[in-house]
């Protein structure tokens, strides 16, 4: 058992890419970590500088309390199972396993019994003297874990162990992970793009983007209150309803978000109304899941957006509708590339979202296209003007139908153009 410490740890690979910038982030002992971002944000390289694979470029990483930049991968005692999960072809399942114990010199009886014992427990005991060749995929990575428990390292580090397999056995094998990780009570650090296994495996998520943190927290934390409007967009399995609106306070009776055709009201005694009214005059980003819209009668008098039901889709387990209602949506705010030291034109400082704001909200016109509003914007942009909203198992309406909304208030999220949060979570 361990722990790790990553104190502003920056990764520049050669040709002055920065892949990690000065990141601090620490896992307790016993703890799994999920790291998660989109491809290329720098979650590999993160995991490969704790194993030693990488240099690291600056800052510290501490493994239980003892400073290890420069520790040779093997005085580390970490285990790493990589997405291919890449085995000796020549050994059968049985040398496979047992391979570190054996260059380790230790007691064979030992080795026949931790190996039988591990084989069971992840379900590859009949497979025992087959070659890594005749296995499936989850086979093969139920092996390839197993070789790295088998020797019971202070540190597990998995770099995307699930996404070479079906959809079904990643279920299967991600439950066996968690309860085998958690059952050796080995710190482990899990990289994933996928943020449904972040969501069940995790004590933790660590959300990275462009080599920057994002945010941690538990997952129920990241989910119900994310530090940004990048990890709210994409810790969301459907797409965030991301709406531009303009603070105003009449007669500082209330707070209102001015969405154009619509309006919602803070009361003075909401958490977040000062936080907000800090923006008379100016515009925010509101978040809304499509979870924290409800159909509504057309009687109905609380807090809601009406429109026109542009389409439904289906998804199995439940409904959608996109909702035209004449709200302007935007791109999620991506957070400025430590990569990029230019501006682009923009004001200096200002980031590239933040200059479309101001020009939306000076001209008063919606950008002219797509490649304006949503570079790089990567999984957060939806169709403009349209409201997502989950209706449950039920198509309560048809397209072309008006439809009415009911918005839970207490889930609206807040941020500034930039995507920060206008009441930051405390964790
Ligand atoms: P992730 O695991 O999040 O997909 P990586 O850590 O693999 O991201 O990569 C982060 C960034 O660093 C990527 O843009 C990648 O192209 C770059 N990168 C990774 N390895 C190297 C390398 N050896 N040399 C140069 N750039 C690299």
Known sequence: MSSVVLDKVTKVYPGDYLAV?????????????????????????????????????????????QLANHLAP?????????????????????????????????????????????????????????????????????????RAIVRQPKLFLMDEPLSNLDAGMRTELRMEISALVRSLGVTTIYVTHDQVEAL???????????????????????????A?????????????????????????????LDFGPHRLTLPWSDPRAYAISQHTGGQVLVGLRPDSLTPVPESFEGPSFYGRVRTLEYHGHEWLAYLECG????????????????????????????????????????????????????????????????????????????AKVGVDLARLMIFTLDGARIDPPRR
Request: glycine residues 10%; contains cysteine; charged residues 25%.
């Open 327 to 402: 709200v302007p949506a935007v791109p999620v705010p991506e957070p400025p590339d430590p990569r990029l030291n230019r501006t682009n034109g923009e004001h200096a400082g200002e980031g590239k979202l933040t200059a479309l704001m101001r020009r939306l909200f000076s001209s008063q016109e919606e950008p002219q296209d797509q490649e304006q509003v949503g570079q790089n914007t990567g999984s957060g942009i939806h169709r403009r003007s349209d409201l997502i909203v989950r209706l449950g198992n039920r198509p309560v309406w048809r397209a072309g139908d008006a």
């Open 21 to 65: 910038d000065r990141l601090s982030l620490s896992a307790e002992d016993g703890e799994f970590l999920v790291l998660l971002g989109p491809s290329g944000c720098g979650k590999s390289t993160l995991l490969r500088m704790i194993a030693g694979l990488e240099e690291i470029t600056e800052g510290d990483l501490w493994l239980d309390g």
């Open 228 to 256: 940004t409007a990048f990890v709210a967009a994409f810790l969301n399995s459907q797409q965030l309803n991301l709406l531009a609106a303009t603070v105003r306070t009449p007669q500082n009776q209330y707070v209102m």
């Open 74 to 146: 093997r005085e580390r005692d970490v285990a790493m199972v990589f997405q291919n999960g890449a085995l000796y072809p020549h050994r059968t399942v049985r040398g496979n396993i047992a391979f570190p114990l054996e260059i380790a010199k230790s007691d064979p009886s030992m080795v026949r019994e931790r190996v039988t014992e591990l084989s069971k427990a992840l379900h590859i005991d009949e497979t025992l003297d087959r070659r890594p060749g005749t296995l499936s995929g989850g086979q093969r990575q139920r092996v390839a874990m197993g």
């Open 200 to 226: 069940t495996l995790a004590d933790r998520i660590a959300i990275l983007n462009r080599g920057v943190l994002q945010d941690v927290g538990t997952p129920a934390q990241i989910y119900n209150d994310p």
